[in-house]
């Protein structure tokens, strides 16, 4: 074999190096779509989670619920629901007419295969009470 002969090596060196980029490249492709996925199921758990919360007739009615709504938020988008990640706080008096209800979703994600690595993911939504909400709703017995 002579020095300037390197008839065939260009297919190898291409095959190394378009393996050796392509792995990071597939690797970064599926964290930004595990993240955005995530990102999506807080953003829709903390908002969803308040809706049911504000049109709940009670308490410890809505409080189940706003949690029904936050897990299902997060199984639509194919994530587990992290405990405790979902946080209901009242402005003013619970379900009172003209009060808000606050609702946060606050966890960390890991990265596919490196859990040592996580990322922060928050969401915070604010829902009024509707100001012609009654103590018992005539509507729903008609």
Known sequence: MKAGDDHGSALVEFIAFGVALMIPVAYLGLCVGHLHAAAYATSLAARESARS?????????????????????????????????????????????????????????????LSEIVVPVTARHVEPVDDYRSGTASWAHA
């Open 53 to 113: 919360f504000a049109t709940s007739p009670a308490v410890p009615q809505a409080r189940s619920a706003a949690l029904a709504s936050a897990q299902l938020a997060f199984i639509d988008h194919g994530v587990d629901y992290p405990e405790g990640a979902l946080t209901v706080t009242c402005e003013g008096t619970c379900l009172a007419p003209g009060s808000a209800v606050v609702t946060e979703v606050s966890w960390q994600v890991p990265l596919p295969w």
